[in-house]
């Protein structure tokens, strides 16, 4: 059973922006993506329970949990959240995918503390490169990323659909289980002629997200971020510390445009913001110098809807 969330809805809520450490107006890291019915959330820092408050969102929309690696401020939310997911009593099982190699530090957040666990939380750890969970509509993959531990970035990727005309349907006397034969073989013969699908309905074009924290600009960030309406990307650094964000394993504004400009990205969220610096506003100027698509700096808070669906509505689909 799964929760149920506004139809249609498609948006990243921002639970925390800030790198390494927390600041007075910025919170560790936390991204929570409604997809339908779906409640992706991504790398929850400390404090990921009480922005999840502010944001009016709660654990029992969360389906799936994806975290890049076990730095601190991408998983420490880990275990209050487990707790909270057992006292809320949420009924459906959360997936975790986590890199293999952080086993231990798993099982120490699932169980930081003493509580009566009654949670349905299954561990999915990413052994390497590769679709990581396959739906009906959905399928999720993972990339390595190079950052100085185990890291991996998220893409989530909608099956491409069709839009079937009941009115183009009705006139050509396709009716019943005579639709599904359709859609399945591409064609199908009725009075003597072949109505092609192309005539009875519209191509869909299927969404797609990637999540790209932690790491040097490397070919595998590009890969996730083929073709994405919306990347989420760190940029922990201005082009002036680019040495300093090479060191750390870290991408600055500029490399996270770059990025988006060689994946042919819809619509680029910079966030993972170094403490160091006030205004992200240098941040978007820097990646609208290679990126010529949409670019906005978030901050704790903030909705960013998924562009709406490329030459098409923005609703379901009502053929896959």
């Known amino acids: 059973m799964r929760p149920t969330l506004c139809m249609s809805a498609r948006e990243l ?5 800030s790198s390494q450490v927390p600041t007075r107006y910025r919170n560790h ?11 992706l959330l991504f790398d929850p820092g400390e404090g990921s329970q009480r922005q999840m408050i502010f944001a009016d969102v709660t654990v029992t929309q969360v389906t799936r949990i994806l975290v890049t690696h076990f730095h601190g401020d991408h998983c420490l939310g880990l275990a209050g959240l487990s707790q909270r997911i057992s006292l809320d009593r949420v009924p459906h099982e959360i997936d ?26 299954a561990a999915r750890p990413v052994r390497g490169d590769g679709v990581i969970h396959k739906s009906g509509k959905l399928q ?31 006139a ?3 009716v019943g289980p005579q639709i599904k034969e359709l859609i399945q073989r591409g064609s199908f013969e009725v009075g003597g002629r072949v109505v092609r699908l192309d005539e009875v309905s519209l191509f869909k074009p299927g969404q797609s ?24 990307c760190e940029s922990t650094y201005l082009s002036s510390e680019e040495r300093e964000a090479r060191e750390h394993g870290h991408m600055t ?15 680029l969220v910079l966030t993972h913001f170094s403490q160091r610096y006030g205004s992200t ?40």
């Open 13 to 17: 809520i921002v639970l925390g922006t």
């Open 29 to 39: 890291n936390g991204y929570l993506l409604r997809w339908d019915d779906e409640g």
């Open 96 to 121: 975790v995918h986590y890199p293999a190699s952080g086993q231990l530090y798993f099982e120490r957040l699932r169980h930081a503390s003493i509580y009566h666990d009654v949670s349905r939380i």
């Open 140 to 170: 999720l993959s993972a990339r390595r990323l190079d950052h100085g531990v185990e890291t991996y970035g998220y893409r989530l990727a909608e099956h491409d659909g069709r839009t079937m005309l009941p009115e183009k349907l009705a």
């Open 172 to 174: 050509a006397g396709i």
């Open 209 to 232: 997200f990637a999540f790209v924290m932690d790491t040097r600009l490397c070919d595998n960030a590009i890969e996730l971020a083929k073709g994405v309406d919306l990347l989420v």
């Open 253 to 267: 504004a500029r490399q996270a445009g770059i990025v988006a400009a060689e994946a042919g990205v819809r619509k």
């Open 281 to 320: 506003r240098p941040f978007v100027d820097e990646a609208r110098a290679v990126f010529d698509g949409e670019v906005v700096a978030v901050r704790d808070g903030d909705r960013v809807p998924v562009p709406k669906r490329a030459g098409a509505d923005d609703g379901p689909n009502e053929a896959a």
